[in-house]
């Protein structure tokens, strides 16, 4: 009898229990957010964190987000149609390259955004990115997240004939060049690395272009020009690319996605087809080491590429735009510019300012502390503070081309000037636009590293285009002659393996054939021999 009280009270309390907890969970909203790897800040400053307390606190209304990452636009793309239920799918926000984006939007997948909800977006975007976006008819379902160029991250050419020479990287034809056999990787992809086969394919057209009489680097019919040549799917442009990229295939240590960056900082690479935001994020690292790596956007012209948010049908938009609001408050933005290295579409007088002082040619000029609330800001030398600040800030420097740096060596303690080095005045301003005072030139030693990389000149820009969407049945045919090209190519490692493997086997079999010839009895069991067989076929 006992035992049945305590079985009906139990049931009670289990029943009474369990609506409680369901609708506590329910009381929670949630976004669901799905983005690239690496793609957000989340160290120091954890963006997701920061957004959950701020939604708390500034709508009294407590959130969750359920982040999650994609490797490629194709996984991203598979994983939204397998979790379709209906004309819904179960993220509120994706981050999809352009060509995904152009997609989707012929798909009819996206919500379209509430630019009312947005005002960071319009307030603090750059012009060319908002116009570019409304231009292409994108605005609409799509805004964007980070941009940047597709080129080369190269290891300069030094003294004792290691290196790249700048005048062989600056054109896509260097991947062809034997004399940095098994020195190159371009990126295991197919939409990107057709764009170095057009680069090669079509390079001397697209050169020619730079030989009109009425040539202009910034004219809107040049870049049409550009697009054509690098948007070419015709069926003899992409036979001429695979055949290039088949004999090509042979000068390269071989195909990556994301380990080109790590390759390039240990200097087991001297040039990797790359992102400029990996450009960057590689020439950091590998600064940190005392090497200096560098960055070109080949002169045959290139890919800009964007990735932008956009809300699939069914997205929780409320919560979705209020965490891209949060995300487009520029201080915001800088975090997640300085975690993940890619160039924000955010510009301003603080993303200015961070770019001048991490990237351009900084000093420290002395200044007066009463002038400051926070004096831990400032270094003190003897009864003397100092600030740095980027070149142009400098009242003393007056734009010459050679300069001496002042910077605090911590060793010593002491203000030191250094050598004087040669300067290069890089504008933003066509970038940054009206969002800036000033004529937006940040002051640097190179034109081929991080301040460049990220915020190209205007000529380069000119000459890199967006990739299209494809059609299915253009699609399949330039997946069909990238499988031709991978058909063989095997990774050195994985051929090391496999020889490593035959030669044991053969020495297995060798052994076991004297010992036999020699009358020697072999205890071992058929079975278990082709299990050793197995095992080492496996390895």
């Not at 390759?263 to 020439?283: E, H, R």
């Not at 800001?377 to 400098?394: A, F, H, N, T």
Request: charged letters at 25%.
């Amino acid at each position: 009898m006992k035992k049945v009280l305590s079985l009906i009270l139990c049931s009670l309390i289990f029943a009474l229990v369990i609506p409680t907890s369901s609708c506590k969970k329910q009381t929670v909203r949630e976004l669901n957010v799905y983005n690239w790897e690496d793609y957000i800040a989340c160290d120091e400053f954890d963006m997701i964190a920061e957004f959950e307390a701020w939604h708390e606190q500034t709508y009294g209304e407590k959130i969750v987000v359920n982040y999650s990452t994609f490797g490629t636009n194709e996984n991203m793309y598979n994983e939204l149609k397998l979790t379709q239920k209906g004309e819904s799918f179960s993220y509120d926000l994706v981050c999809p390259s352009e060509y995904m984006i152009q997609k989707m939007i012929i798909e009819g997948m996206c919500e379209e955004f509430d630019y009312s909800k947005l005002d960071n977006y319009t307030k603090n975007v750059a012009p060319y990115i908002q116009d570019l976006f409304v231009k292409n008819d994108w605005y609409k379902y799509a805004t964007c997240f980070n941009w940047g160029t597709m080129g080369f991250t190269y290891y300069p050419e030094t003294e004792d004939g290691k290196g790249v020479n700048f005048d062989d990287v600056s054109s896509w034809s260097v991947v062809s060049n034997p004399k940095y056999a098994n020195k190159i990787t371009i990126k295991d992809s197919v939409r990107d690395s057709y764009v170095l086969a057009l680069g090669n394919v079509n390079g001397q057209k697209l050169l020619d272009l730079q030989k009109q009489e009425n040539y202009n680097p910034l004219s809107d019919e040049y870049n049409k020009q550009v697009h054509a040549l690098l948007n070419d799917f015709s069926e003899e442009s992409i036979e001429k690319s695979r055949v290039f990229l088949t004999e090509t295939r042979k000068n390269l240590y071989g195909f990556e996605v994301d380990s080109g960056k790590q390759d390039m900082a240990t200097g087991k690479l001297w040039i990797n087809f790359a992102w400029s935001g990996d450009a960057v994020y590689a020439m950091d690292l590998a600064e940190e080491e005392g090497t200096y790596l560098e960055y070109v956007v080949p002169n045959e012209g290139s890919n800009i590429f964007f990735d932008g948010w956009v809300m699939p049908k069914g997205a929780d938009k409320e919560l979705a735009q209020r965490f891209l609001n949060f995300m487009y408050e520029e201080s915001n933005a800088i975090e997640n510019l300085d975690y993940i290295c890619y160039s924000s579409p955010i510009v301003g007088e603080q993303v200015f300012e961070y770019v001048s002082l991490n990237y351009g040619l900084t000093t420290l000029i002395e200044v007066n502390p009463d002038d400051y609330d926070d004096l831990e800001e400032l270094i003190l030398v003897g009864d003397k503070y100092y600030s740095e600040v980027s070149l142009s800030q400098d009242p003393n420097f007056s734009g010459q081309s050679t300069y001496s740096l002042t910077y605090y060596d911590e060793e010593s303690g002491e203000i030191i000037t250094d050598e004087p080095i040669e300067i290069y005045a890089h504008s933003v301003k066509h970038f940054f636009g009206e969002k800036i005072s000033g004529d937006g030139i940040i002051y640097t030693d190179s034109l081929n590293r991080q301040l460049v990389a990220m915020y190209p000149t205007a000529e380069t820009m000119n000459r890199c285009v967006v990739m299209e969407h494809l059609e299915t049945a253009e699609l399949k045919k330039l997946n069909n002659m990238w499988d031709s090209v991978k058909v063989g190519y095997m990774k050195y490692s994985t051929m090391l393996m496999i020889v490593i493997a035959v030669v044991v086997l053969l020495g297995i079999f060798i052994t076991l054939y004297i010992l036999k010839k020699k009358g020697v009895r072999i205890n071992l069991p058929k079975k278990d021999l082709g299990t050793l067989v197995k095992s080492e076929r496996i390895k």
